[in-house]
């Protein structure tokens, strides 16, 4: 179809280019570069009079092989079938061990569909995410998302099935994260999977495991670290920036800041950690877990998050990492060093290994589809009125005005 070209109007384009225009947004984009400065250089200045900002170190890591772990689930809803398809994978190139070069474990369930079918599907994928990482063999495991986000997608899984016991939902999932059923996580991972992944960290000797969100929007750090002992200036940085983009334009190339918190300081002390309290299949390590993310009970002082702030190269932004445990900075600079070298174009703003893992894990959907495909063919067998009513909408009410 041919479309006839349109123009402004010429007094349009005048006015748009005008001198006074072009000046005023010049204006702007100066004084709002000028200000940016200003938050820069005072900022800087008063994490570096504290000797918070560090430079990374010119030497290698002691941390050689590098798996990413990332989840995905979809649902899949026809009038025949109802399905819920949930998995994550681990992608570790250099693994010198063919089989765990590429891990994935993914499953499809029938599931009648609910408003709880959400909540589920967060919590099935994030169990996934841990049994992996409990069974990884790599030095350095990343996970994509938070820790925080983590624990609430597990304890929203475990409070439904105390809140909606006999919902098909949950009745179907339930052998799957019962601690005490033979064919559940822990029965494949151990009864305490999801702990170990938590206090990896804390171990003199072996593995590490972060978490590096893909986006980060936190005002609530910010608000433990700038303390200029100007209120107003102090109140504009949080109302205009998030912690990444701040930490964006402080540092520079190959330097850090790193913060040791409780995940109450990282949600504004608004609630404690909570694992499924009076679910019927709270895990039995859920109190160890919940005192490790509030830095209580077994865990003060060793407990809670080490946040990390670090901008590996001129042309990437800061990266937001999350370490369980308070670690020292030598843990944390074997890390960054091996982060570093996984930075690698500027097309790709993530780790490399965590971005093939999040490329491959979103082909999960399509196995879904499979699934279908075999069911559809299958019902070829059965009688055609059948798979009509099957495969077609059915009227269950009257028409307005009919009898």
């Known amino acids: ?3 006839e070209k349109k123009t402004l109007p010429a007094d349009v384009v005048e006015c748009i280019l005008s001198e006074r225009n072009i000046r005023g947004t010049i204006d702007f984009v100066n004084s709002a570069l000028s200000y940016r400065d200003q938050i820069r250089v005072k900022v800087t200045d008063l994490l570096m009079r504290q000797g918070e900002i560090h430079t990374l170190p010119n030497r290698s890591s002691s941390l050689n092989i590098v798996e990413a772990i990332d989840g995905s689930y979809a649902t899949h809803r026809t009038i025949a079938f109802i399905l819920l398809v949930f998995g994550a994978a681990a992608y570790s190139p250099d693994n010198p061990v063919p089989k765990q070069k590429l891990r994935y474990d993914v499953n499809a369930i029938p599931i009648l569909f609910s ?17 992996l990482a409990a069974t990884s063999q790599a030095d350095l495991i990343i996970m994509d998302g938070s820790f925080i986000s983590f624990l609430t997608r597990l304890n929203s899984i475990m409070s439904a099935i105390n809140e909606y016991p006999y919902d098909p939902a949950v009745t179907t999932i339930k052998p799957l994260i019962d601690p005490n059923d033979p064919g559940s996580f822990y029965a494949k991972a151990g009864q305490k999977f999801i702990s170990k992944v938590l206090t990896y960290n804390l171990r003199s000797s072996g593995p590490k495991i972060i978490a590096i969100p893909k986006s980060s929007q936190s005002r609530i750090i910010l608000r433990k670290i700038i303390h200029t002992g100007d209120q107003a200036f102090d109140e504009a940085v949080m109302k205009y920036y998030t912690d990444r983009a701040l930490f964006t334009i402080i540092l520079d190339k190959n330097e850090y800041y790193y913060k040791y918190f409780s995940q109450r300081d990282m949600t504004g002390r608004t609630h404690r950690a909570n694992l499924g309290r009076r679910s019927p299949v709270r895990p039995v390590d859920a109190d160890e877990i919940e005192d490790f993310y509030d830095d209580e009970g077994n865990y003060q002082g060793r407990g809670g998050f080490t946040l990390v702030y670090y901008r590996p190269k001129k042309w990437a932004p800061a990266y937001k990492i999350e370490i369980p445990g ?16 996984l930075i690698v174009d500027p097309s790709i703003q993530e780790p490399y290994p965590q971005y093939m893992v999040d490329k491959i894990i979103k082909q999960i959907a399509r196995s879904s589809k499979a699934v279908l495909d075999a069911a559809y063919a299958n019902l070829t067998s059965y009688d055609p009125s059948l798979i009509r009513l099957l495969l077609t909408s059915y009227r269950s009410s009257i028409s307005k005005g009919s009898r």
């Open 1 to 3: 179809m041919n479309r």
């Open 115 to 131: 408003d709880l079918v959400g909540r589920v599907a967060q919590g099935l994928m994030t169990f996934e995410e841990f049994y």
């Open 326 to 341: 308070k670690v020292s900075k030598q843990v944390i600079e074997d890390i960054l060093l091996k982060i570093r070298d």
